[in-house]
């Protein structure tokens, strides 16, 4: 399996900016895509952003312009860049990875704690 740390959590005033990291770590696998997600209190997961192995990129209407994804040099961690930060941003974010390993395809790893940011305003 997959394990997913997610890290750079904080709360930040709005128009601020923060980078979230995610880390994931495994027997040999490679990652064919990485995806960001949010969760605010009594609302579903959300998509924010995604990057493919070849580097295309997507995100949701919501942080279009104000939010970046990137890849480590590693290949298996996952960055967001969030910037003019608003207190709708405030959730819990979580990333997931669809991989390969062992010759198997597998859609989504086990979920990590996440990271909770909250813009205060």
């Known amino acids: 399996q997959v394990q997913l740390v997610e890290s750079g959590g904080d709360l930040v005033q709005a128009g601020g900016s923060l980078r979230l990291s995610c880390a994931a770590s495994?027997?040999?696998?490679?990652?064919?895509?990485m995806t960001w997600y949010r969760q605010s209190p009594e609302k579903q997961r959300d998509v924010v952003a995604t990057?493919?192995?070849?580097?295309?990129?997507s995100y949701a209407d919501s942080v279009k312009g104000r939010f970046t994804i990137s890849r480590g040099n590693a290949k298996n961690t996952v960055y967001l860049q969030m910037n003019s930060l608003k207190p709708e941003d405030t959730a819990v974010y979580y990333c997931?990875?669809?991989?390969?390993?062992?010759?198997?395809?597998?859609?989504?790893?086990?979920w990590g704690q996440g990271t909770q940011v909250t813009v205060s305003s």
């Open positions: 997931n990875v669809e991989f390969f390993q062992g010759g198997y395809y597998h859609a989504f790893a086990s």
């Open positions: 990057i493919t192995s070849g580097g295309s990129t």
């Open positions: 495994g027997n040999m696998f490679t990652i064919n895509k």
